[in-house]
């Protein structure tokens, strides 16, 4: 039988087939560089830094059905651990015999200081519409601690997270079974900072989706922060139905949240996938922010333009200036200002003189001028970054369109992206081209250059092998070590 898979990607459930051809797209690469055999193939959604407490050392976490970690300072390919036992779920599964599945397929990972979290799905088969479609999906945590060898020991168990995975269960009720979860919106995301101590992880149960099948995602939605197994909600659509702590209600982690990252003693979120700072070894606060918020631009801002909007929290600040050269400015809190600076959407909510409460949509002014754009001219919408000493790296891609492959911008030495993108001096835009979806991208160092860096990715694609025109033994981990001077499967 003809076998379905599942993936998540910008909180949708959607679905993958599979068949084979000849790769034409890297037949010119091959004559130069002779591939390896990967060893994680697959649907990789991200690239998460984690780490045992006590060990002292830093690794990466992946899934594409099962979980892998890989010391991150390895420098030759391969190396990733498959991790099984102390309370992870079993395989996905089929039973020819009786048509029934087993087991559950982990498709998301995350990680904070402390804990590392896992979102997976048990599928079954969909006997009337002849089609597989998950059935339950469930949210993982687990506390590793320095083990034999410095290699992380899990025993201390997975677990799942009760809290989240109840409300998870009422929201997919509540979804038209004839959309198979098309319509479902569950996101887990983290800030995957350098700095371990600025490590936060998020689960949004609803909200935003592609499909509008279902007015559910509109009202129905819960932002939590995970601690563990006692996770926060932290904002939601309906108070009465889930309590959450006033006191740290962001008025701006709204049903439409896809990342977050931590700048100047805080998280900032933002509706577009993977946001990113310029934070490493020698730099432990960023002073650079990325969001890649248009398909053609890239976004970013200077620790110098937060603390200019930060220094004027109590007065006027300029916050944009028209294309006939008059002035928006806006005399408010610091945490409107903040969230002005990251690029989101703000709205303000106050009291009036008559000590009515009331909420007014600032959506009418555009992002400010400190947030500085770069154009790149891509088809495709950026879905990922990197960030080296001299450049900043940005794949392409979405859960409906062909992938754009892979972008550079260059950076100065406080780390403000050129205005326009450069070329590799590697094989990376021949390996990760068009079509390919380049769901992720992790560098190592930070604060050492693209040539010397260990870098990795994770490359995708939409439809089948023959409409994609690629073949399945590229779609995995790729990754580019200094000793090798090139791209390659991993």
């Known amino acids: 039988m003809r076998k379905f898979f599942i993936s998540v990607f910008i909180t949708v459930l959607t679905f993958f087939f599979f068949s084979g051809c000849y790769d034409a797209i890297f037949q010119e690469i091959r004559t130069e560089v002779e591939l390896n055999e990967g060893s994680i193939s697959g649907f990789i959604n991200n690239i998460v830094r984690f780490s045992a407490a006590g060990s002292g050392r830093e690794f990466l976490i992946i899934s594409d059905g099962n979980l892998y970690i890989k010391e991150a300072s390895s420098a030759s390919a391969g190396n990733w651990i498959k991790l099984s036992g102390f309370g992870l779920p079993e395989p996905v599964s089929y039973s020819y015999y009786d048509g029934t599945f087993s087991g559950e397929h982990i498709f998301k ?32 945590e687990c506390t590793p601690k320095a083990g034999a060898y410095g ?5 201390s168990g997975w677990h799942r997270v009760d809290a989240v995975n109840s409300k998870i269960k009422e929201y997919v009720s509540l979804l038209n079974a ?29 909200g935003s989706s592609p499909y509008d099948y279902n007015i559910i995602n509109n009202y129905f939605w819960v932002v939590y922060e995970l601690n563990g197994g006692s996770p926060e909600v932290i904002n939601c659509s309906d108070k009465s139905n889930v309590s959450y702590n006033t006191s740290k209600k962001d008025y701006f982690v709204g049903k439409d949240v896809l990342g977050a990252f931590y700048f100047k003693d805080s998280v900032h979120f933002t509706n577009t996938l993977n946001p990113t700072t310029n934070e490493s070894k020698s730099r432990p606060d960023a002073t650079f922010a990325y969001l890649a918020y248009d398909t053609e631009y890239l976004s970013s801002f200077s620790l110098d333009d937060y603390n200019a909007a930060s220094s004027n929290a109590e007065g006027k600040v300029l916050v944009h200036t028209n294309s006939d050269g008059s002035q928006v400015f806006y005399e408010g809190e610091y945490s409107l200002i903040k969230a002005y600076l990251a690029g989101v959407y703000a709205t303000r909510k106050y009291t009036d003189e008559g000590g009515v409460e009331k909420e007014t949509s600032l959506e009418g002014v555009a992002r400010p001028d400190a947030v500085t ?8 919408t950026i879905c990922s970054l990197a960030v080296c000493a ?3 790296l940005m794949g392409t891609g ?27 001096v590697t094989n990376a835009a021949d390996v990760m081209c068009k079509p390919y979806i380049v769901r992720s991208l992790l560098s190592v160092e930070p604060d050492v250059t693209e040539l010397k860096n260990t870098i990795y990715a994770s490359m ?10 690629t073949s399945i033994e590229n779609r995995g981990m790729w990754a580019y070590y200094p000793a090798t001077l090139e791209w390659n499967r991993d």
Do not use: W
């Not at 290699?151 to 025993?155: E, G």
């Open 390 to 392: 001299d450049s900043l």
């Open 398 to 424: 979405s859960y409906r369109s062909s992938g754009d492959g892979i972008y550079r911008v260059s950076l100065d030495a406080n780390g403000k992206p050129a205005l326009i993108t450069s070329s590799f």
């Open 178 to 206: 004839d959309y198979f979860s098309m319509d479902a919106s569950v996101h887990l995301f983290c800030t995957n900072a350098y700095n371990p101590e600025h490590r936060k992880a998020y689960i949004r149960v609803g």
């Open 373 to 380: 754009r770069t154009y790149m001219n891509t088809d495709s």
């Open 151 to 155: 290699l992380p020991d899990f025993s």
């Open 460 to 469: 995708d694609y939409i439809y089948t092998e023959s409409a994609a025109g």
């Open 109 to 140: 990972v995350a990680a904070d200081k402390d804990h590392l979290y896992a979102l997976s799905y048990a599928p079954y088969y969909n006997q009337d519409k002849s089609r597989n479609v998950p059935k339950d999906l469930y949210l993982y």
